[in-house]
């Protein structure tokens, strides 16, 4: 089965910070996916990235950027954390063959006060 | 107006019971339609998946798509407590872009 694991399932951050939410994927995916998650909102995608220092922003990127140094490791950065950003972030990953099926993480509940 | 709408629920229905949930759309090139299914405290996960109009049928759960009137639904029938989740629609065109409705959280109860 494929893992896709989110290091932290809650965080708590201060307004200003930087914050690194970190997601790692065993099943060798080339695609990898950032979304945020709020009620009423839906799954909104953040960054996206097709393959190794490969990134592409999604639609709303703004106060956020992403690094892929390895296959199975995509990071999304917070650079200075703000009250809006307080979300639950979830972290995908899928195979250029099948892009509809998308691998989700447990997700990062974010609360930025 | 959004791309794809979703009631939000909650809905909820006894157990045994024959669900419905449905989903409209505004994008005519959207040809690829997908439902996930989200427990609490998880991350989605894909339920169905089908391409253009028709039905899917696997087990319990049957997809239905019409695009002449941009409606696609999800039956799911002799309904239980373990279906008790939010289940969000999920479209795309030619692109690997998805986009995804609100959800809509379904009750079982016993």
């Known amino acids: 089965d494929v893992k896709v694991t989110q290091s932290s399932r809650y965080l708590v951050k201060r307004t200003g910070e930087k914050v690194f939410l970190e997601c790692v994927q065993d099943?060798?995916?080339?695609?990898m996916f950032w979304y945020r998650q709020d009620p009423g909102l839906g799954l909104r995608l953040i960054y996206f990235?097709?393959?190794?220092?490969?990134?592409e922003k999604g639609d709303i990127p703004e106060g956020y950027s992403v690094s892929r140094e390895k296959k199975e490791r995509f990071s999304l950065i917070l650079e200075s954390a703000s009250t809006n950003q307080t979300s639950m972030y979830l972290c995908a990953s899928s195979l250029p063959s099948d892009t509809k099926k998308l691998f989700f993480g447990s997700g990062t509940q974010l609360s930025v006060l | 107006q959004k791309e794809v709408e979703q009631d939000p629920g909650p809905l909820s229905v006894p157990e045994g019971a024959i669900v419905s949930l449905n989903c409209t759309y505004s994008?005519?090139?959207?040809?690829?339609f997908m439902w996930y299914r989200q427990y609490s405290r998880k991350g989605p996960e894909l339920l169905m998946y089908?391409?253009?109009?028709g039905n899917k049928e696997d087990g319990r759960f049957t997809a239905q798509v019409d695009k002449s009137s941009k409606y696609i639904s999800l039956f799911i029938r002799d309904s239980q407590p373990s279906d008790s989740a939010t289940y969000l629609c999920?479209?795309?065109?030619?692109?690997?872009?998805?986009?995804f409705g609100t959800g809509t959280r379904l009750q079982v109860f016993p």
């Open positions: 089908t391409y253009s109009s």
């Open positions: 990235s097709y393959d190794v220092k490969m990134k």
């Open positions: 999920a479209m795309s065109g030619g692109t690997d872009k998805l986009i």
């Open positions: 099943m060798d995916h080339e695609n």
């Open positions: 994008n005519s090139a959207f040809q690829y």
